[in-house]
């Protein structure tokens, strides 16, 4: 028999250890408030104080500047966006010149941009020199040729109008 009981070990239980966890989580908890409240108020002085430079940097003269800059920085971005827009029409006729046979001549030129065809008056010596420039409209990677009529001149000559559609990339 003893007389003096001897404590029994503790053995630590699921409750306990969820009381320890809990504690180390109020208490980060508690740090990382203090920490973060501390860096915010840091945070908004450096802010408040750079506010000040920046006030203290503007003046009526240099506002009025700036102002100018951007008016002009605008302009120049407005007519920008129109170069790059803009239609040369006259980019078409170094195309059709490279692309006509050296015996025919046209006499007659009426283009419609907005559906992409020209119709051209064509005055060629013979069918077989028709025949060419129509091949030779072909073989041009811009222009879709399509004879609309053809009829002889008084002069024994072929005329025939061709409608050539073209791709607008050649106008920009």
Avoid at 33 to 53: C, M, P
Avoid at 75 to 95: Q, T, V
Avoid at 119 to 143: C, E
Wanted: hydrophobic share 40%.
């Amino acid at each position: 028999m003893e007389i003096i009981p001897k404590p029994k070990k503790k053995v630590i239980t699921l409750e306990d250890l969820f009381l320890y966890f809990s504690a180390f989580v109020f208490i980060f908890a508690v740090i990382a408030y203090f920490y973060f409240a501390w860096a915010e108020s840091t945070t908004k002085r450096a802010i408040a104080e750079l506010e000040q430079k920046i006030t203290n940097l503007k003046t009526p003269e240099r506002e009025e500047a700036e102002k100018e800059v951007l008016r002009y920085q605008k302009k120049i971005a407005d007519f920008s966006n129109l170069i790059r827009e803009y239609i040369f029409c006259s980019k078409i006729f170094p195309h059709v010149e490279g692309s006509v046979h050296k015996d025919v001549y046209l006499s007659r030129m009426d283009i419609n941009f907005e559906n992409s065809e020209m119709t051209i008056l064509v005055n060629a010596p013979n069918f077989y020199t028709l025949g060419q420039q129509l091949a030779i409209f072909k073989n041009t990677p811009y222009f879709v040729p399509q004879l609309k009529e053809i009829g002889m001149s008084g002069e024994g000559k072929v005329s025939s109008n061709i409608i050539l559609k073209f791709d607008k990339k050649i106008l920009k």
